[in-house]
């Protein structure tokens, strides 16, 4: 048992590192509270004797290459996206999204477009929502600390926080924006916590307000099976259309019309967009400079400066996307506006601009 345990931790430390930077927070306050765990039963001497040299051998040699490789891209410039920095809305928000509120409340759009008055139509459900699941989460704690002891409870608590805590930091201290996918290595612990609850909850052991308690539990799955079916089927959570706005520059291409395109290049290329795109740049954060020539197929644009799109033809389509994060300087929107070009469609988080008045060909 001690066996298997140790592979599928080993494998699981891997994978989770492999899988972000960020997932070394989590890999340390794993390995120091086995660590601690096995400490309690035997010695120093004994748990060396115990390890398996093959698994340590590897998730050395392992963890070693990851970190070379994650510290040689943080040196050249690799890291998340510092469009935007955290704020404490922010960190609300990732919150909000690891609590399973989000399919309950308004679509990420309509969040970006309008900020926190979004949430003023939804404010019943996610109030009932909230309430209910946060006292659900009361509900486990209390069974965790009953079933574990309120230091080893504690000395969990601590070394699942400890990861939460510095990556909210960082992204204070480094600016960038975090957000609860950045967090969900802390979902399995927050997932146990939340079944503690409800099996506590749907308990039958003759104690008073059986009933309200099972209402409670009922009522945190059934919000939380709303939540994932509202993030799954409903039209306001909708995710960015690169599919339709992708259709719409192949169609004006096949036309012989000049594209230009201010949206993630990584979506250009996966739907088939052609065009020169910088697709490592956007993976790595290590971008090279934007081209302000012309260039063959599609015209990426994203975040050009007013010089530099001047000096390039002009285009009959726009497609632009979240202009706080693919226009943040409002150039491209400051050409748009002086060329009297158009919205002609919208999709969504996306634009496509035509020009309003077409330009006439000079008399001869």
Known sequence: AESIFLMFFVLGGILLFGASLLGIFWVFAACVYVLVYHLRRSTWRELLRGMNPLLLGLLLIVVTVL??????????GAGGSRLTSSTPSTVLFAAYEMLGLAGIGPGRLELRSLGTSALAPYAVGLLAAGSVLLIVLAVGLKEARTRLGTRELLLMGALGLLPVAIVIFSGFAMQWRVLGRHLIAALPLLNLVLALGLTALLES??????????????????????????????????????????AMALGALAQGQRVWWAADVIGARYYGLPGEFDVMGELTSVHKPLACSDLPGVQPVANASLPCLRTLSAPDVVILSKPETFDTQGDIAGYLKAGKFAIVQTLPAFTVWRRSVQPQAPKP
């Open 67 to 76: 970190t070379v490789y994650y510290v040689n891209s943080l040196l050249k």
């Open 205 to 246: 052991d003759g104690r008073r307000g059986q009933g309200l308690r099972r209402t409670l539990a009922v009522s945190g799955l059934l919000f939380l099976v709303y939540s994932s079916c509202s993030l799954r089927f409903t039209e306001r959570h909708n995710k960015d259309d690169y599919r339709a706005a992708a």
